[in-house]
C-alpha cells in the first residue's frame, strides 16, 4: 500500500501541475485579447458571506465588491471589476483591461497571475517527476 502510494503522489503532483499551467495559459491568452484603458473606482462594498460584520470579520473572511466606471469608443462603462487590491480607494484611477467583445467585463490590469499559475505548475511537475525518481531507488 505505501509502495502504491509512493507512485501515485508523484503522478498527482505532475496532473495537478498540468492543470495550473493549463488554467495559467487560459487565463493569459484571456487577457491578451483585452484592451487596456484607465477607470475610477466608484465604490468599494466590503461583505463577508457568513453575513458578519465585515469590521469584526478577519481579512481573510472578507469579499469586496468593487465598481469602477470608464469609457469605451465614447460610451460610460460602469461595472463591477473581477479583482480587488489593498491598495483600491474610492476615486482611484486604475489601469484595468476590458473584453471588447462585452466591454462591461472588466479585470485589473494584472499580467503576473497567469504567470504565477504557470510557474506554479511548472514547479509541481519538477517535484512530481523528482519524487517519482527518487521512489525508483
Do not use: H, W
Not at 502504491?4 to 484571456?30: E, H, Q, T, W
Not at 469609457?71 to 471588447?100: D, M
Not at 517535484?127 to 517519482?132: A, E, L
Request: avoid cysteine; aromatic fraction near 10%.
Amino acid at each position: 500500500m505505501n509502495r502504491l502510494l509512493n507512485r501515485m503522489a508523484p503522478i498527482m503532483l505532475v496532473v495537478f501541475g498540468v492543470v495550473l499551467i493549463g488554467f495559467g495559459f487560459g487565463d493569459a491568452s484571456k487577457q491578451m485579447s483585452y484592451k487596456k484603458t484607465t477607470a475610477v473606482i466608484k465604490k468599494i462594498e466590503v461583505f463577508t458571506l457568513t453575513g458578519e460584520d465585515p469590521d469584526l470579520a478577519d481579512e481573510e473572511d472578507r469579499e469586496y465588491r468593487v465598481t469602477v466606471a470608464y469609457t469605451v469608443n465614447g460610451q460610460a462603462v460602469n461595472t463591477e471589476l473581477g479583482g480587488y487590491s489593498s491598495s483600491y480607494k474610492e476615486g482611484k484611477e486604475i489601469k484595468i483591461k476590458y473584453n471588447p467583445k462585452n466591454v462591461a467585463e472588466a479585470v485589473p490590469d494584472d499580467t503576473v497571475f497567469p504567470f504565477l499559475l504557470m510557474g506554479g505548475g511548472v514547479v509541481m511537475i519538477l517535484i512530481g517527476i523528482f519524487t517519482f525518481l527518487r521512489s525508483l531507488r
